[in-house]
Every structure is written in structure tokens, then in C-alpha cells.
């Protein structure tokens, strides 16, 4: 999927006309004066923002163009909302850093869905209305965002779309197109792994301990083969447990789990068992 070349065409549908006052958006700086700056607010159809000169920067700034030129997409704040003229006054200086990070990168993904969905209706026959009644908007009320609901599409497949209320003509199609160009980011952890046994075959009872340990967590995190759990040697007694997921949280909560009860095998076994999450 070309998103950049398609993205430039797309015009994303707003749910309200106007955005809320306190409320970060995505605007496109058209013209710039001594007095302020007027942008098209992406997100909101192009709807027209007024940037004043004071609320450009926190410091004096002698020459506003110095900040911001046209064609620059900048991450601003509502001040002010006027309903009859279908306008808003913003501003830049009230933005933290932090802030214009993730905003930037949540609109990127916004449009990358977006565009995705798009294409897929086009090949069905469906208008852009369509898709944002059908998909867009379901997606965004099921996982909070589209590409949120792309990703639970790719990670667990054709049932997180149908529990969105997305249409059955739309689920082949539009999974496909995610498994296709939808990447899902994959975190890795470790746990230091201590087993030792006095027994005649502790070895085979460490071996069978071990097992457990990788079968269990994998039965559990696993999400359409997403999960890799590796248990290797690092030299005995030590073994590492590595775990690539793309739920990071769920998978700690899952080895903190099964430890446990792993532990009463091991116990059983007459296995000294241990396990101490390394710091990433």
C-alpha cells in the first residue's frame, strides 16, 4: 500500500463538526501574517484555525514565520470555539513536547488505517462514507481506534472484527488487507531461571520442570502462533526464559502465574526452582 501518495488524497470524517475546546488536533498551516497563522484542521474536514500571534510561543518571537511556515503540519490545542462561524482559535505555545509526540504519531496511525479501510471499500464498491459508517467509526467505539481494531483483526483474527459489528461482506477483505500491511510490534522479555536437583536423574526432572514452565506460559499468551517462548541454557544451574509478545503485560502477569505453580511441581519433583525477571 502506497499510504504515503494515498494519504495525501485522503480527507479524514470527522464524528462532530468542531472539536472541543482543551482538545489536541492536527492542523496544516496555509497562511501565515505578523497578526497569526490560519490552518485547515486535518481531522475536522479542513475546517479553518486561527493561530494568534501570542499564542504562538511561550519566548518573544520577533518574526512568527520563524516558528511555523506553510504546508507544516503542526499539533495544536483549542482555545476557543465559535459554532455559527464553524471556526476555532488554537494554540502552539500550549503544547508540551510530549504531547506533539504522541498526538503526531496517533494521527499517523489514524491515517494509515484509514487509507487501509478506504482502499478496501473501493474495491468492494463502497463510498468513503461507507466505510467510516461501517468500519471506521465501529473500530474506533470497539478498541478505541482504527488501527487499534487492525491489529486485534491481525492478532486474533476474523472474530475481533465481528465482535466490532463490522459487516460480514467487509471481514475477508479487510483482514486480509491488515494481515498485508498492518506490522505489529513484538516486545521481548527474559527471566533468569535457577534449577537445581541432588536427585539420581535430576536432569530429566529439571528437563520436565522446564517444559512445563514454556508449555504452560505459550498455552497461555499465545495469540495465532504471535508468541515465541524460548527456555535455554546459560550454564547450570541457570537457565533463560525469553518471551517475544506483542502483550508485553499480559505475558509478565502469565510467568508470575504459572511460576507458582510450576514452583509446587518443582517442589514435588524435589526441584529447587527459582525465577527473576532481568531488567530490559
Known sequence: MSSSGESKKLVLKPRHPLPKVGELVVGTVEEVYDFGAYLSLDEYGGIRAFLPWSEVASRMVRNIAHVVKPGQKIVVKVIRVYKRRNQVDVSLKRVMEGEKRRKMMQYKRKVK???????????????????????IWKLEDAYGDVMTGLEQAVIYGEQALREAGIPEEWIEPLLEAARTHVEIKQFKLSWIVNATSTEPDGVDRIREVLITLRDTIKSKID???????????????????????????TAEKTVETVSSSVAKKASKLKVTFKIEKLKQ
Open 113 to 135: 488505517a484509514a487509507t487501509l479501510v478506504s482502499i478496501v471499500a473501493e474495491k468492494l464498491g463502497k463510498t468513503v462514507d461507507d466505510a467510516y459508517r461501517e468500519v
Open 223 to 249: 495469540g495465532q502462533g504471535r508468541t515465541t517462548v524460548r527456555i535455554y541454557s546459560i550454564g547450570a544451574p541457570k537457565y533463560r526464559l525469553d518471551i517475544v509478545t506483542h502483550d508485553p503485560k
